[in-house]
């Protein structure tokens, strides 16, 4: 993508995803980068572990209280986003294929067209199931399968770009979110 320079963060609290987390609005500029349209499947991670270069995930009972919504290894889910992994797993992927974990800047930079002023990634509609693999809708769990869907099956909730599952599927992980406030971040 290329760099630019967007107002991070919200003020907007009628927005579901927006929270105290997420102020103030600042500027930040972000150089040119890459990002993967999708997030990682099963089956690429799978590869990974082949290599020798990311771990097997096992799911210890500790780390993952309820391993039965994790993809890995289900059969029929190789298409599926990975999750159950830590931080540091998914950055031994992004290693291994040569990059690594996006920036919270960066991504949201991605997740808004290119740091547009877009409240979602397909822009200002509603959220609904049309868009997005959503956990919940009408009481209804995982748009009516009550797990992950397979990577880019809502291609209406694009990017511009055609970056798919920015919003929905799974959450992704950043090596550098601030939780509290932006105090600190990066500009």
Request: aromatic share 12%; charged share 15%; with cysteine.
């Amino acid at each position: 993508l290329d760099g630019g320079t967007f107002l991070q963060g919200s003020v907007d609290f009628s927005i579901p995803w927006v929270n105290y987390d997420e102020t103030p609005a600042h500027n930040v500029t972000v150089p040119s980068f890459q990002m993967m349209k999708t997030e990682v499947t099963c089956a690429q991670y799978a590869q990974c572990v082949l290599d020798g270069a990311c771990e097997e995930l096992l799911l210890a009972i500790p780390d993952y209280p309820d391993a039965s919504n994790c993809n890995w290894l289900v059969w029929g889910r190789n298409e599926h986003p990975v999750n159950c992994l830590n931080v540091y797993e998914a950055g031994a992927y992004c290693a291994w294929l040569g990059g690594r974990l996006p920036s919270e800047s960066e991504w949201e930079y991605a997740a808004r067209s290119r740091g547009k002023d877009n409240e979602y990634p397909w822009g200002a509609d509603t959220p609904s199931c049309d868009y997005a693999v959503m956990y919940s809708v009408d009481g209804v769990g995982g748009c009516g399968t009550g797990h992950t869907w397979p990577v880019c099956s809502k291609p209406l909730g694009n990017t511009e770009q055609g970056l798919c599952d920015m919003a929905g599927n799974l959450m992704e992980w950043m090596p550098d979110c601030f939780y509290a406030d932006y105090n600190g971040a990066p500009t």
